[in-house]
Structures are given as C-alpha cells and as structure tokens.
C-alpha cells in the first residue's frame, strides 16, 4: 500500500538559514510525490511535484525537493527561510495506475526573525 | 485557491442534523475529492469523484454521502450518522487521464458540532 511519512512534527529554522522538511515513501510502482503548504484556515497550495526526469525539482516561492530513490525520500528544502514561509508543509504520494493521493500528517515549519 | 470555490467557511450543526457542504469548482476539471483534517493526521480521503455521476468510497466514508450530477459540482452531505463530525473539510480537483496530475484545492468549509 502507499504511504509517506513525516517525521517531524515541527521544524524551527532561523530566517535566512536554509531550510529541510523531510519526507520519505513507500510505494509499489513507480512514485509520482508532491509537496504542498497550507497556511492557517486555509485550503493546501501545490508547491512542487516529481514525475520522472531529474532528481532536483524546482517549485514556487523559492523552494525546490530533491528525490532520491534509494533512501525512498522527497526532502523539501529552500537555501534561506522567510518568516512568511512558516506554514504547514505535507508531502503526498501516488502509486503509478492510481487516481488517490496519500498525504503524510504535516510538518509545521516556524521561521523566527 | 483559485478556481475552487466552498460554502459556507464556517458551519454549525446541532446533533442529529444533516448538513451539506458545497464545492464548485470552474477548472473543468474531471475528478473531485473530498478530505477530512484533524489536527495530527493530516488529510484522509472521504469520496472521490472521477466522472459525473460516479464516485467512489475512499478511506473514512461512514457517515458521509455525496452527489456528482454536474461536472462542476461535488456536493458532500455529513449526516447524523457521522460520530465525530466536527473536523475542517477541503474539496479538491484534479485533471484525469494520468497519476502526475497535481490536485488543486478549495479554502475549506469548518465544521462544528454543538
């Protein structure tokens, strides 16, 4: 079966300090990953995803993810934090043949001034 | 979240009632979701939609039922057989015709039970 896991609840990060929010999977085909924020009461924002191709994907507001597939992970990261990038960060996965998304439990990211 | 609409943000319900939750989205998207958040455990998946007037159980269904009459449309009703239904709800939609497609998600319809 498919699933993700996020193995921290929550990451501090000082603001302009790089940032990493980690996620690996399990799947039985080929993974498709996703990363997406949420920000407080609000609906989740696509941030990046990994189809196929290179290793390292680029997304919005700076941030990109690096998949590895030996160590089965799709860490997040971005070079230098904001204050405004502290939100709620989930990491989903989806089985190739598969129309379900599995998302992990979240890690809440705090970026301090 | 552009493109996908849901009303009303906030909503009470007192025991025993039904409620419905609305989701319009204006993205012609095929598929539609919707998924249940609780604090600690992330999203989990209620019914899907893949095309009008089919749908699909996902993982935490009792309790909840859904329509699929228009594309644009995917109505979910939280009936009083629904234990623990105060939760944040999200509608989502997503292109079909292959597994990369990402999915696009409403602002969320939180509800409370008095």
């Known amino acids: 079966a498919q699933s993700v896991a996020q193995p921290e609840d929550q990451v501090n990060v000082a603001e302009g300090n790089p940032l990493t929010v980690k996620c690996t999977y399990s799947?039985?085909?080929?993974?498709?990953l996703f990363w997406y924020v949420q920000y407080p009461n609000r609906g989740l924002q696509f941030l990046l995803k990994?189809?196929?191709?290179?290793?390292l994907v680029k997304g919005s507001y700076g941030f990109e993810a690096e998949f590895n597939k030996s160590q089965t992970s799709f860490h997040l990261k971005k070079p230098s934090a904001l204050v405004s990038d502290s939100a709620l960060y989930f990491c989903?996965?989806?089985?190739?043949?598969?129309?379900?998304?599995?998302f992990g439990t979240g890690t809440r990211l705090l970026v301090s001034p | 979240d552009g493109g996908i609409t849901q009303s009303p943000k906030y909503l009470f319900r007192k025991e025993g009632q039904n409620v419905t939750l609305s989701c319009e989205q204006n993205?012609?998207?095929?598929?539609m979701y919707w998924y249940r958040q609780d604090p600690g455990q992330g999203l989990r998946l209620i019914y899907y939609?893949?095309?009008?007037?089919?749908?699909q159980k996902g993982d935490i269904a009792e309790g909840y039922s859904v329509s699929r009459e228009k594309k644009e449309s995917f109505p979910l009703t939280v009936t009083s057989a629904q234990k623990n239904p105060t939760a944040f709800y999200l509608c989502?939609?997503?292109?079909?015709?292959?597994?990369?497609?990402?999915?696009?998600f409403g602002p969320g319809t939180r509800l409370t039970v008095l």
């Open positions: 799947v039985s085909g080929n993974p498709y």
């Open positions: 993205l012609n998207h095929d598929a």
């Open positions: 990994y189809i196929t191709g290179d290793n």
């Open positions: 989502a939609s997503s292109m079909t015709g292959g597994s990369y497609n990402e999915q696009f």
């Open positions: 939609s893949q095309i009008v007037n089919d749908f």
């Open positions: 989903a996965v989806r089985d190739e043949g598969f129309q379900k998304l599995v």
